[in-house]
């Protein structure tokens, strides 16, 4: 009898601890899981979405995307995508920005960092101006795979060696460093391995390289250095900028000139240039 009644009593306690229906994931409302991954970084937002069909409609919200992309992101789709803003949604925006995007005839790259955001440049050699490369004695264009262009300028032989450049672009707020990617020698494969052809360098270790910068906003920044690590591409760091008003395009002249004419210079690829937040090569 007490078994019995003690036995009814378990099944009572169980049937009022135990819910009567369950709520699953799938339940929660749409915006509600909009407004938790709008807090989230894109690619945690990404890995969310595949979790049902409510979280991936959720991804899709516009407020979800809008925050994560650079308050000027209408003028760099304007100038980077050649398309209107207002056709788009704002994760297409995202995504497209993400991936690196040429304009201005090919010869300038645009990308976002997918974690932070920033805004990254890179210039092709083709667009800045080299004295003497119109003349195949001193300079010539090198096909290589070893360039986000595929194409880099190298120099055989000459006196006077300046390489000038400027972009005029609209920036986020904060602090950019500029970079000029260069190589003493000059790379192929052989037999599937990188090898280096060293023959023609010379002359950059008696005077170092002068490399510049200016901006429309007041910032300037000099640096010299002799030229290194043959056989090898190097960032050379320029210096740093600031930007401050979002809304207003700046212009940045750059350059690296090596003019001392008491001796000749030789054997080096000039890639591109580089503008990216400060710190961003270090992440």
């Known amino acids: 009898m007490g078994a019995g009644i003690s036995g009814i009593a378990s099944d009572r306690d169980t049937e009022c601890v135990s819910p009567r229906w369950s709520t699953k994931l799938g339940d929660v409302p749409e915006s509600c899981i909009s407004l938790i991954l709008a807090s989230l970084d894109p690619p945690e937002i990404c890995k969310l979405a595949r979790v049902n069909r409510a979280f991936h409609a959720a ?16 003028f760099l789709v304007r100038r980077v995508l ?11 925006v995202y995504s497209r920005l993400c991936q690196a995007s040429c304009f201005d005839d090919g010869n300038e790259v645009f990308w976002l960092d ?9 210039i092709s050699s083709k667009a800045l101006k080299i004295t003497g490369i119109d003349d195949r004695r001193y300079w010539n264009y090198i096909a290589t795979n070893e360039s986000r262009f595929s194409t880099v300028a190298y120099l055989q032989q000459i006196w006077w060696v300046e390489v ?33 052809n060293l023959d023609q360098v010379h002359g950059w270790n008696i005077k170092p390289v002068r ?8 910032h300037r920044a000099t640096s010299e250095c002799y030229l290194y690590n043959p056989g090898n591409w190097v960032d050379y760091h320029v ?22 004419c008491t001796h000749t210079k030789g054997g080096l690829c000039v890639d591109s240039v580089l ?3 400060t710190g961003f090569k270090k992440r």
């Open 59 to 74: 991804s899709l919200a516009d407020f979800v995307w809008e925050s994560k992309l650079p308050s000027n992101y209408r």
């Open 82 to 92: 050649r398309e209107d803003p207002d056709l788009l949604s704002k994760k297409e």
């Open 114 to 122: 997918k974690i932070s955001g920033d805004i990254c440049l890179c």
């Open 164 to 196: 000038v450049g400027e972009i005029e672009f609209q920036f986020v707020p904060g602090q950019y460093s500029l970079f000029f990617r260069l190589q003493l020698g000059k790379s192929s494969r052989k037999f599937g391995r990188r090898v280096s």
């Open 211 to 218: 490399f510049q910068l200016s901006t429309s906003n007041g």
């Open 239 to 260: 210096g740093d900028f600031y930007i401050d008003n979002p809304s207003t395009p700046v212009r940045i002249k750059f350059s690296m000139v090596q003019i001392d």
């Open 275 to 277: 503008i990216c937040p």
